[in-house]
């Protein structure tokens, strides 16, 4: 199954304006975890980017994902990018 790489960019004041959205943005990822649709996925220490490693047949349906997470619904992800990736190792 192909993996997906997505960078994403956070808005600013983040840790202030997520809170309302915070429990909701956890408990699905942890779903989409749990499904193995998400590998991994975390902000950067500064708080400023996300990254995440997704396994999906399509790129849409990461998208899709992306799109349906509180956090892009509300503004807390201001913008992503999604690309196939290679794992080499």
């Not at 749990?34 to 500064?46: A, E, F, R, Y």
């Amino acid at each position: 199954m192909p993996k997906y790489v997505m960078w994403g960019t956070y808005c600013e004041d983040v840790l202030e304006k997520r809170d309302p959205y915070r429990q909701a943005h956890l408990d699905g990822l942890a779903e989409q975890k749990q499904s193995g649709v998400l590998v991994t996925i975390g902000p950067t220490k500064d708080v400023t980017k996300v990254f995440g490693i997704y396994k999906a047949d399509t790129e849409a349906t990461v998208r899709q994902l992306v799109e349906a997470d509180p956090y892009w619904q509300n503004g807390i992800w201001t913008e992503y990018e999604v690309k196939e990736w290679i794992q080499a190792f």
